[in-house]
């Protein structure tokens, strides 16, 4: 059963975690899926990043997203090759950024944003004087569009935004009103 809930998390990657559909698809009770789950994150093969709903005022979901903190990992378990899909892509990205964080020790708390009528923004970096925001794009061209999202995010947040991020496989770097969009292998050098 471990295995088998291993495999269906490793699918569920990059999206939020529902606890009882995770144990509906890998034949096991509510409660062992939560031990499952709270096994993978002791061994760092997951992550739960936490949603982020300080503002009463707003309707924010409030699951925890679920990360595959090994990309390798999580393709074996799924018998994939190739390119990797959206949410893979966001997972890995994800995951490079915990490990940045936690080797130079920084003093952040990680989120997820999500709206009730779809506003997303996938990695919410807490400082303490405001927020780095992040959407990550697996394309290899981005537009305006993609980072939707990102724009006036000062009227859902508590703090200032800092800095919004658009993070893909695009080459160029791009500039729009509060956004910039960086290619991903310079968001994860050091």
Known sequence: PFVRAQKVLANLSGELLNTSQLAKQSGISMQTAKRFVHYLELSYQVFQLPPWFRNQKKRLVKSPKVHFLDPGIQRILLGRSGTLTGNEFESAV?????????????????????????????????????????????SV????????????????LDKPLLQALLVSNDPRVQFWETVTAVPVAWLLSN
């Open 94 to 138: 994800v995951s490079e950024v915990i490990k940045q964080i936690k080797s130079e020790a920084l003093e952040v708390s990680l989120y997820h944003l999500r709206t009730l009528d779809g506003r997303e923004v996938d990695l919410l970096i807490e400082l303490e004087s405001g927020y780095i925001a992040l959407e990550i794009k697996s």
């Open 141 to 156: 061209k981005v537009t305006q569009s993609d980072a939707r999202h990102l724009f006036h995010l000062d009227s859902i």
